[in-house]
């Protein structure tokens, strides 16, 4: 199960014995291959360079260095999307990560364009109040101001999206998942947070979230209340490797009902990581 075609820059990595790629010969595999991934990316595309989200997470800025470093900082943008006076810190620490990249960035206030969009919604009776509703709102409103900025300037989108929260269904649909390659949809959060290290990006830099700090509510992991590693050797046995679930279990000495969890969690969310289903009806 591949989430784009980035697994030939991650294919026979190093690997410790559960599978994860988190070795000092790993990290430094992937630090070689992953920027030529975006620069040939870029050229395939005739585009004149990448956008990335920052958001203040470890997966964001990880992927703005990774693209530094595959086409420079010049052809770098940076996009620092808060809504709410309560993002007023993770805006920050996001603009000094574009700062200290070099990189071009701008901060957009989404509150106005919420407000105005749940205007219109209300008007027309709908649930304004809705607090899934509207944290799905602002991704996909982020997305839409990312394209819009791309496609002005002729740039590609990186999704900095790892495999644990693709597996998990915990990003929004057409919000956080849209982007033109997802750097990391093959790298689960535990192989993220151990390249973020390997480069040697500073701590205070980063926000250490499950998932993004600009989208409300407690993420899947949290709400298991196990370590991330601890899922993410689970998510890499039973989906990569194909384990049967007794043996997961007994391997990794956990509770045989956290692997029942977390493949019914997969499952469950496993329409948002597919394309829209059609009637099967032939075409000419």
């Known amino acids: 199960m591949t989430a784009t075609g980035s697994d030939t820059a991650v294919r026979e990595l190093p690997r410790d014995s559960d599978g994860l790629a988190t070795t000092d010969e790993a990290l430094t595999t992937l630090r070689e291959r992953l920027p030529p991934f975006l620069e040939q990316l870029v050229a395939d595309a005739g585009a004149d360079g990448l956008v990335v989200r920052l958001d ?55 509150q106005p364009v919420l407000a ?40 590609l989108v990186v ?10 269904g915990s990003a929004t649909k057409y919000g956080e998942t849209a982007a033109d390659c997802l750097l990391f949809g093959d790298l689960y959060q535990t192989e993220v947070r151990a390249l973020a290290r390997h480069i040697g990006i500073p701590e205070d830099l980063t926000f250490e979230t499950a998932g993004s700090p600009l989208y409300d509510g407690q993420s899947a992991i949290e709400q298991l209340d196990v370590p991330p590693e601890t899922v993410d050797r ?23 009902e956290l692997v029942d969890r977390l493949d019914e969690w997969c499952v469950r969310t496993r329409h948002k990581r597919q394309q829209p289903p059609t009637p099967g009806v032939d075409r000419c």
Do not use: K, W
């Open 159 to 168: 999704g900095p999206i790892d495999r644990t929260r693709y597996l998990l």
């Open 56 to 110: 203040g997470s470890v997966e964001t800025t990880v992927a703005a260095t990774l693209a530094v470093d595959a086409i420079g900082e010049e052809h770098v943008t940076g996009l620092v999307m808060p809504a709410f006076i309560s993002h007023e810190a993770i805006a920050r620490n996001a603009e000094t990560v574009a700062e200290s990249l070099g990189i071009e960035h701008s901060r957009l206030q989404l």
């Open 116 to 155: 105005a969009v749940q205007g219109a919604v209300g008007e027309s009776d709908g649930p304004v109040d809705d607090a899934i509703a509207t944290n799905n709102m602002l991704s996909r409103l982020r997305m839409a101001c990312t394209y819009y900025v791309a496609n002005t300037s002729n740039l």
């Open 234 to 256: 689970i998510l890499r046995l039973r989906f990569d490797q194909e384990v049967e679930r007794a043996t997961v279990a007994d391997r990794l000495e956990v509770d045989p």
